[in-house]
T-cell receptor, first 113, second 117 residues
Framework: GNSVTQMEGPVTLSEEAFLTINCTYT??????LFWYVQYPGEGLQLLLK?????DKGSNKGFEATYRKETTSFHLEKGSVQVSDSAVYFC????????????FGQGTELSVKP | EPEVTQTPSHQVTQMGQEVILRCVPI?????FYWYRQILGQKVEFLVS????????KSEIFDDQFSVERPDGSNFTLKIRSTKLEDSAMYFC???????????????FGPGTRLTVT
C-alpha cells in the first residue's frame, strides 16, 4: 500500500541554519506530493506541492523536488527563522484513489534565536 | 480568504456518549474529508464524502462513525458511542476537485480536540 516515511524529530536548529527534512514514499502509480505545516495550536496548512516527477514545489523560502528515482520529496530551506518552528508533515495523494492524503509521522522543528 | 471552520474547538465527553463534530467547508468545494490525529501520532484518513455519499473510508471508520451533510453548508462527523481510544484531534478538510483529475489542494480546519473520559 501507499505510505510516507519522514525523518524523526525533533530537529533543533539555530536561526539562519540550513534545514533538510527527509521524506520518502511508497506508492502505486503517480502520486502528487505535499508538505503541510502545523504551527502550535493551529490546523494544517499546505506549504508546497508537486504533482509530477522533477517538479519543484516552493513557498516562503521552502523547496522540495519530486524525485521519482529515489521516491523522495525532501524539504529544504536555506536559512530558517524562529517563526518556522512548527511540525512539518509530508503527504501523498493518488488521483485514482479518491485523493485522500496519506501522511508521514511529522517532524517537529524548533528554531532557536 | 475562505476557510474551513470547525466547532467546537474542544469537546469533552464520557465514554459511551454520542458526539457530533461540526465542520463548515469552503462554500464552492465539492469534496469533504475527516482525518484524525491521536496525540503524538500521524494524521490518519477517516473518510471522504462526495455527492452526498461516502466515496472512501478507512479501517478506522467503523460502524460507530457516520458522516452527514445535513444542509448546504455543514458537514458532520458523529461517533455513536465514544471509547477512550477515540480521544484525538479531528480535522475536517475540503477541496474543489478530486478523483477524476490530479488531487487538488485540501484546505484544513483548525480541528476539534475530542477528549473521552
Amino acid at each position: 500500500g501507499n505510505s510516507v516515511t519522514q525523518m524523526e524529530g525533533p530537529v533543533t536548529l539555530s536561526e539562519e541554519a540550513f534545514l533538510t527534512i527527509n521524506c520518502t514514499y511508497t506508492a502505486t502509480g503517480y502520486p502528487s506530493l505535499f508538505w503541510y505545516v502545523q504551527y502550535p495550536g493551529e490546523g494544517l496548512q499546505l506549504l508546497l506541492k508537486a504533482t509530477k516527477a522533477d517538479d519543484k514545489g516552493s513557498n516562503k523560502g521552502f523547496e522540495a523536488t519530486y524525485r521519482k528515482e529515489t521516491t523522495s520529496f525532501h524539504l529544504e530551506k536555506g536559512s530558517v527563522q524562529v517563526s518556522d518552528s512548527a511540525v512539518y508533515f509530508c503527504a501523498l495523494a493518488n488521483y485514482n484513489q479518491g485523493g485522500k492524503l496519506i501522511f508521514g509521522q511529522g517532524t517537529e522543528l524548533s528554531v532557536k534565536p | 480568504e475562505p476557510e474551513v471552520t470547525q466547532t467546537p474547538s474542544h469537546q469533552v465527553t464520557q465514554m459511551g456518549q454520542e458526539v457530533i463534530l461540526r465542520c463548515v467547508p469552503i462554500s464552492n468545494h465539492l469534496y469533504f474529508y475527516w482525518y484524525r490525529q491521536i496525540l503524538g501520532q500521524k494524521v490518519e484518513f477517516l473518510v471522504s464524502f462526495y455527492n452526498n455519499e461516502i466515496s472512501e473510508k478507512s479501517e478506522i471508520f467503523d460502524d460507530q462513525f457516520s458522516v452527514e451533510r445535513p444542509d448546504g453548508s455543514n458537514f458532520t462527523l458523529k461517533i455513536r458511542s465514544t471509547k477512550l481510544e477515540d480521544s484525538a484531534m479531528y480535522f475536517c478538510a475540503s477541496s474543489e476537485a478530486s478523483g477524476l483529475a490530479l488531487p487538488s489542494e485540501q484546505y484544513f480546519g483548525p480541528g476539534t480536540r475530542l477528549t473521552v473520559t
